[in-house]
């Protein structure tokens, strides 16, 4: 079975501090996807990322950068030098091989404090 | 920027009545989905649907929701008779691979 967990329900940070957001999944498939969705106060999900297992290389672009470790069922995802344009909620969500469908976690609220 | 698109971004419907939510896909995405999200919870599956038929559904999913693809470019979510429990924002999907799905704006359907 599949599950996807955010411990983290609500984070505040004041502007440009750094700011981690874990994600921890479990899943039986040695091939899946792992992905990242912004929801901001206006309702949409936007999507960030996805890391397929194989890849675990950690990806950086612009002030977002992503952890990817196995080891650890782990994909974490950093905001450097936060704003008040990322508060929002974030959700990280997990796809089996095979499944086309999206698992989400419950999310963690981000507040950016100016 | 190609985009999901979902009509309309706020219905609201009397217990009982039959509601369509509407959606028009990225247009050489082949795989459709729907998803839920009662407010405030995290987003549900519901349906996914490919080659004009449904290739996964959740148990969310019961007889009284049915999805389909009347033409070239739209693709709705019915929801026959609607429960006060149906209130939640529902989320169209579309993608052009297997994984890694484009999400619309969502519509927020309330049932009073």
């Known amino acids: 079975a599949q599950k996807v967990t955010q411990a983290q329900t609500e984070i505040s940070v004041v502007e440009k501090e750094d700011v981690t957001l874990d994600c921890v999944y479990e899943?039986?498939?040695?091939?899946?996807?792992l992905f990242w969705y912004k929801q901001p106060p206006s309702g949409e999900l936007v999507f960030l990322i996805r890391r397929n297992s194989f890849d675990e290389q950690n990806e950086i672009s612009g002030r977002y950068s992503w952890n990817f470790q196995k080891s650890t069922s782990s994909f974490n995802f950093t905001i450097t030098a936060s704003q008040v344009v990322d508060s929002a909620v974030y959700f990280c969500a997990l796809s089996e091989a095979g499944a086309n469908n999206l698992f989400f976690g419950t999310g963690t609220r981000l507040t950016v404090i100016p | 920027e190609p985009e999901v698109t979902q009509t309309p971004s706020h219905q609201v419907t009397q217990m009982g009545q039959e509601v369509i939510l509407r959606c028009v896909p990225i247009s050489n995405h082949l795989y459709f989905y729907w998803y839920r999200q009662i407010l405030g919870q995290k987003v549900e599956f519901l349906v996914s649907f490919y080659n004009n038929e449904i290739s996964e559904k959740s148990e969310i999913f019961d007889d009284q929701f049915s999805v389909e693809r009347p033409d070239g470019s739209n693709f709705t979510l019915k929801i026959r008779s609607t429960k006060l429990e149906d209130s939640a924002m529902y989320f169209c999907?579309?993608?052009?691979?297997?994984?890694?799905?484009?999400f619309g704006q969502g519509t927020r359907l309330t049932v009073v």
């Open positions: 899943t039986r498939d040695t091939t899946y996807y």
């Open positions: 999907a579309s993608s052009g691979g297997l994984v890694g799905a484009f």
